[in-house]
């Protein structure tokens, strides 16, 4: 059975710092993709980034390049998501996500549980 568990969401004023950090989990689990997508009341999930290490490349979406960096460790099955410069409009659920292949919608097959990131204005 593969898990995801995220962690490092909280409360942060504009401007400030978060660090989200997620492990997966399963005996013979080993993802290509690793990505954070987020999900704002009444709206869709949208993607944030993603690390793929099938050709060693990163992806961001324009509303969170120059701020936030993705990292992961493949060997670890883990991935990590500074954020920096953090505004009000980055509030949402953070959800981890994993599968073979990378992409920007949200068809992986695997996902964590989410976590929460407020930004105060």
């Known amino acids: 059975q593969v898990q995801l568990l995220e962690s490092g969401g909280g409360l942060v004023q504009a401007g400030g710092s978060l660090r989200l950090s997620c492990a997966a989990s399963?005996?013979?689990?080993?993802?290509?993709?690793m990505a954070w997508f987020r999900q704002a009341p009444g709206k869709e999930r949208e993607f944030v980034a993603a690390?793929?290490?099938?050709?060693?490349?990163?992806y961001y979406a324009d509303s969170v390049k120059g701020r936030f960096t993705i990292s992961g460790d493949n060997a670890k099955n883990t991935v990590s998501l500074q954020m920096n410069s953090l505004k009000p409009d980055d509030t949402a659920v953070y959800y981890c996500?994993?599968?073979?292949?990378?992409?920007?919608?949200?068809?992986?097959?695997?996902w964590g549980q989410g976590t929460q990131v407020t930004v105060s204005s």
């Open positions: 399963g005996r013979t689990f080993r993802p290509l993709a």
């Open positions: 996500a994993a599968d073979a292949v990378y992409t920007t919608t949200p068809g992986y097959d695997y």
């Open positions: 690390i793929s290490w099938s050709n060693s490349s990163t």
